[in-house]
T-cell receptor
Framework: NAGVTQTPKFQVLKTGQSMTLQCAQD?????MSWYRQDPGMGLRLIHY???????DQGEVPNGYNVSRSTTEDFPLRLLSAAPSQTSVYFC?????????????FGPGTRLTVT | GDSVTQMEGPVTLSEEAFLTINCTYT??????LFWYVQYPGEGLQLLLK?????DKGSNKGFEATYRKETTSFHLEKGSVQVSDSAVYFC???????????FGTGTLLAVQP
């Protein structure tokens, strides 16, 4: 049981380049989400999904796209990277429904855009 | 909208000192409240949670009580260790969604 995995761990991009951050979970969780972590701002929700084929925007969605074709995978795409997207990105997953379900976080991807 | 406010750090303590990290929230309805911990270079891990007023969450010597009257969920530990050095995040989940709203995090540094 690997939990939530993210790749890559580190990435450097030039402005305008595109890339996909990968996220996978093996706990059969319906809910998956992406956060970015910036100094002094905590974690902010980018996009989330409540199941395969269903995605929605969070607090800071601009510049990012997601899709959810399977329960296990939830990739985050940057179509044209900007320096403002320099951040640490975390993927998380949990069960849905009533109850305070724990969200499980991946180890993060540190992205630098120059 | 819903929000979480937690005390700014860094908080620097000596080993065996008493810890309090303040957290207050604004939310409609009755949110669930969480404390997550982030050790250096790692993702976040759930430390404890509470789902209704007067609930006390506890784990690894840490405690927090859901206080509806003061809209607070302060984190406490009676005797901190060097291994407790980490960033601590207060968070809430409101309504029927799974979305978490985080505070800005508090860095705790415990010196031997």
């Amino acid at each position: 049981n690997a939990g939530v995995t993210q790749t890559p761990k580190f990435q450097v991009l030039k402005t305008g380049q595109s890339m996909t951050l990968q996220c996978a979970q093996d706990m059969n969780h319906e809910y998956m989400s992406w956060y970015r972590q910036d100094p002094g701002m905590g974690l902010r929700l980018i996009h989330y999904s409540v199941g395969a084929g269903i995605t929605d925007q969070g607090e800071v969605p601009n510049g990012y796209n997601v899709s959810r074709s399977t329960t296990e995978d939830f990739p985050l795409r940057l179509l044209s990277a900007a320096p403002s997207q320099t951040s640490v990105y975390f993927c998380a997953s949990s069960y849905t429904g009533t109850g305070a379900h724990e969200q499980y976080f991946g180890p993060g991807t540190r992205l630098t855009v120059t | 909208g819903d929000s979480v406010t937690q005390m700014e750090g860094p908080v620097t303590l000596s080993e065996e000192a008493f810890l309090t990290i303040n957290c207050t929230y604004t939310a409609t309805g009755y949110p669930s409240l969480f404390w997550y911990v982030q050790y250096p270079g790692e993702g976040l891990q759930l430390l404890l949670k509470a789902t209704k007023a007067d609930d006390k969450g506890s784990n690894k010597g840490f405690e927090a009580t859901y206080r509806k009257e003061t809209t607070s969920f302060h984190l406490e530990k009676g005797s901190v260790q060097v291994s407790d050095s980490a960033v601590y995040f207060c968070a809430l989940r409101s309504g029927a969604t799974n979305k978490l709203i985080f505070g800005t995090g508090t860095l705790l540094a415990v010196q031997p």
